[in-house]
Each structure stands twice: as structure tokens, then as C-alpha cells.
């Protein structure tokens, strides 16, 4: 063990890494209300311009609700996996 795996082990450096890894599962909700609108806001959009009501906006709503928990599940994936 070297003068460069101390810093590695050091309480602020195990504070940090705690952390990032907060902010990155508290991401989470977030992408998952943006990837929502976006389908949802997509799938109006489509209903106002080409008079497909309601099924713009049920698409839109079906696709962003799958974009969510698509990444629902690549964040915590990748933050179960160390």
C-alpha cells in the first residue's frame, strides 16, 4: 500500500464517492418525470397537429412511461453493481 492509496482511503475521499453516488440515484426521479413530459408533451403535440386525439397522447404517455423505467433501471443497475 503506497503514499497513493492512502488518499484513496481517506474519509473525505470515501465522503465523496458517497456522494456522487447519492446525487446519481437521486437523479433518478428526475430523468424519470423529464423522460415522462417529453413522451407526454410529444404525444399532444402529434393529437394538435395531425387530430389523432387521444391517441398521440396515450402513445406519448406509454412511450415516456417505458423511457422512464428504462432508466429507472440502467441507474440502479449500475449503482448496484459497485
Known amino acids: 500500500m503506497g503514499l497513493k492509496d492512502l488518499g484513496k482511503n ?12 447519492l446525487a446519481e440515484v437521486g437523479s433518478v426521479g428526475l430523468s424519470f418525470v423529464f423522460a415522462l ?4 408533451v ?3 403535440w402529434l393529437d394538435q397537429h395531425f387530430g389523432w386525439k387521444p391517441w398521440g397522447f396515450l402513445t406519448g404517455l406509454g412511450l ?11 441507474v440502479t443497475k449500475r449503482y448496484w453493481k459497485g
Do not use: D
Request: charged letters at 5%; zero cysteines; proline letters at 3%.
Open 10 to 21: 481517506s474519509p473525505a475521499a470515501q465522503r465523496l464517492q458517497g456522494l456522487s453516488g
Open 64 to 74: 415516456g412511461l417505458a423511457a422512464g423505467v428504462r432508466n429507472v433501471y440502467l
Open 37 to 40: 413530459l417529453i413522451g407526454t
Open 42 to 44: 410529444g404525444g399532444w
